[in-house]
């Protein structure tokens, strides 16, 4: 194995770039592109990738750091040795991920520009269309920054789009007259996607009186386009009232550098109600919401007293009891804590336990195990519990549904694609499987272990983890006789397997022994009332304890 220096790349012309996050640590063992680290510009958020795969021998940076082209982040042991090292030298053009520059705003070529055109001092019609996003695919936009006939200048915030990394703002290329716009908020779009057209103004003496008489450009951070129409209404200003309820699946509308300055306060975006265009929070809604919350602090009432939110849990010094150590959350580990905690103070849990018998349902899965072998695929319990539970869904759509309260409408939904919790090294993932009413139980196992080892082995991608409608969670193989799952709202309920054991079961003449399965159903009393979650854990029951009711 040969040791490499892994270099920042080339930062697309930024001086210095703040690392936010470090993603792996001394001795972990990475992939070719595997993220390193985070950095943060002032337009956006970019993991730096691991130029070859190996182990990771040194981390020379922390988070905090400010680091520059060419600055050494650390040190890894390439698995393919000297050979592959020397290749990826040769490579490294091909391997960098894009500056953070060039991800917003595409250089220009001499197709897009002709000479002719630049010399005549007249204008031209040009299709903007969206620059290299560093891999990213179909990302949403969330805002539409211009309107047409806006007048606007050079690396003017056209839209914005939001990918499971970062929040970009796409800059025009050109300056001159917005036309048609050809995206809306929603469309998903891609690199070379069309966004709209323009009329450029070309340099000349034309050129040059227009751009004197042509409003400023917008100062580099501002978090809306400055340079608008003389029939555009007037910058909106920050409101009094900066306080909104955050509001479950919400997507937060703001900029890169609003974000981080919201991170520094330690101020929760979700709960800050913007002032900007279709909502979105500018820097003085930050600093308006921090200080409404020391006003409020300082005068003795506080969060709670105002019916915010919950009173912070100081710690003490713990080193006064004995030695400590402390490290950073894990992404997964943070993503999980935040949903969970979102959830349980958002949604109103009520558990429904019982006791399913699957004695017979155990005596036909191991039946099948030559089968199984055949096809190369274990017959596990847990298929059985996705098409129960599929079947339950069909039966009682109440507990397929999403609640729009901001809206005051239910979402009833026409599919069933259920989540399965996998517990990894890693943290808590749920792949989803979709379409479960519609697959038999040998297609389920074979996905639900293919989906299983995925997340083990940190692979799924972001689609395969969303879309659920409901979520199966087992600690069977742990043990446990009950406990409370949390429901992973915008779902509505979620199962709770723990490990089977014998019991005696009257029958009504004697005591026989069964195997019994507790469940544990944990449920939105908002959509679902308690009899309906009593009705769920019976069909449950019924289902595994005669499988033939799942041919009906």
């Given at each position: 194995?040969?040791?490499?220096e ?8 930024a001086?210095e ?7 792996v640590?001394?001795g972990?063992?990475?992939a070719e592109?595997?993220p390193i680290?985070t950095?943060?510009?002032?337009k ?6 691991a ?23 650390g040190i890894?042991?390439?698995?393919g ?7 990826q030298v040769?490579n490294d053009?091909?391997t960098?991920p894009a ?19 630049r010399k ?6 040009e299709?903007?269309r ?13 805002e ?12 003017d ?9 970062a ?6 290329p050109?300056?001159?007259?917005v036309?048609?716009?050809l ?13 709209l057209?323009?009329?450029?103004e070309?340099?000349?003496v ?8 042509a409003p ?11 340079a608008?129409?003389?029939a555009?209404?007037p ?5 009094a ?6 509001v ?6 703001a900029?890169p550098?609003?974000?981080k ?12 109600k ?6 979105r929070?500018l ?27 919950i ?8 080193s ?5 150590q ?18 349980w103070?958002n949604v ?12 017979d ?26 098409k129960a539970?599929?079947?339950a869904?069909?039966?009682?759509p109440q507990?397929?549904?999403a609640?729009d309260?901001?809206r005051?409408?239910?979402?009833r ?6 989540g399965i919790?996998?517990d ?10 979709r379409?479960?009413?519609?697959k ?12 299983a ?5 940190k692979q799924l ?5 969303q879309?659920?409608?409901f979520?199966?969670t087992?600690?069977?193989g742990i ?20 490990k089977?054991a ?5 029958d009504g ?26 009705r769920f854990?019976?069909l449950l029951?019924e289902?595994?304890?005669d499988?033939?009711?799942l041919?009906?």
């Open positions: 194995m040969s040791e490499q892994i270099k920042v790349p080339d930062l697309g012309g001086d770039v703040e690392i936010i996050e470090l993603l640590s001394e972990d063992t990475v592109e595997d680290l950095v943060e510009s002032d956006a958020s970019v993991e730096l990738p130029p070859v795969a190996g182990k990771v021998i040194r981390i020379t940076v922390k988070v905090g750091d400010k680091v520059r082209e060419g600055d050494v982040i890894v042991a390439a698995s040795g000297a050979e592959a090292a020397s290749d040769e053009e091909a960098q500056p953070v520059e060039q991800q917003e705003k595409p250089a220009a070529s001499s197709e897009d520009k002709p000479a002719a055109a005549s001092g007249g204008s031209r019609q299709t903007v969206v620059p290299q996003l560093d891999g990213f695919d179909n990302v949403p936009v969330i539409i920054n211009v309107s047409e006939g806006d007048t606007i200048e050079v690396d915030p056209l839209v914005t789009v939001e990918s499971d990394k929040t970009m703002e796409i800059p025009s050109f300056a001159g007259k036309g048609k716009i995206v809306s908020e929603g469309d998903k779009i891609s690199e070379g996607h069309e966004l057209e323009m009329t450029v070309e340099a000349g034309g050129g040059e009186a227009e751009a004197e008489s400023p450009a917008k100062a580099e951070g501002s978090e809306k386009p400055e608008k129409s003389p555009a209404e910058a909106a200003q920050p409101v009232a900066t306080y909104a309820p955050p479950p699946g919400a997507k937060v509308h900029g550098a609003v974000r300055l919201a991170r520094e306060f330690g101020a929760d975006i979700a709960r800050i913007g002032s900007g265009p279709k909502g929070i820097k003085e809604d930050v600093q308006a919401y921090v200080k409404g919350q020391l006003q409020q602090t300082q005068q003795g009432g506080g969060a709670v007293a105002a019916g915010a939110g009173p912070g849990v100081k710690l003490p010094d713990f006064q009891f004995g030695e400590i402390r490290e950073g959350m894990s992404r997964i580990m943070a993503a999980t804590a935040t949903n969970m905690q979102r959830s103070l109103p849990h009520v558990t429904q336990f019982d006791d399913a018998d699957i004695t349902m155990e005596a036909f899965r191991k039946s099948q195990k030559a089968a199984g072998e055949k096809k190369g695929v274990k017959l596990t319990p847990l298929p059985f519990l996705l539970c599929a079947h869904l069909a039966q009682l507990f397929n549904v609640l309260m901001e005051k409408e239910v979402v939904k026409q599919y069933i694609h259920i919790a996998v990894t090294p890693n943290g808590l993932m749920v792949p989803v499987i379409d479960v009413d519609k038999g139980l040998w297609e389920l196992a074979a996905e639900a272990a293919e989906l080892q995925k997340a083990r082995d991608k972001p689609a395969e983890m879309g659920a409608c979520t199966i087992s600690l069977g043990g446990g006789t009950a406990f409370t799952p949390i429901v992973n709202t915008p779902e509505v309920a979620i199962l709770g397997v723990s089977a014998m019991k005696p079961v009257w003449n004697a005591f026989q022994p069964r195997l019994m399965l507790p469940l544990s159903l944990s449920y939105d009393h908002r959509a679902v009332n308690g009899a309906d979650g009593a854990t019976n029951c289902f595994l304890g499988i033939r009711t041919l009906l």
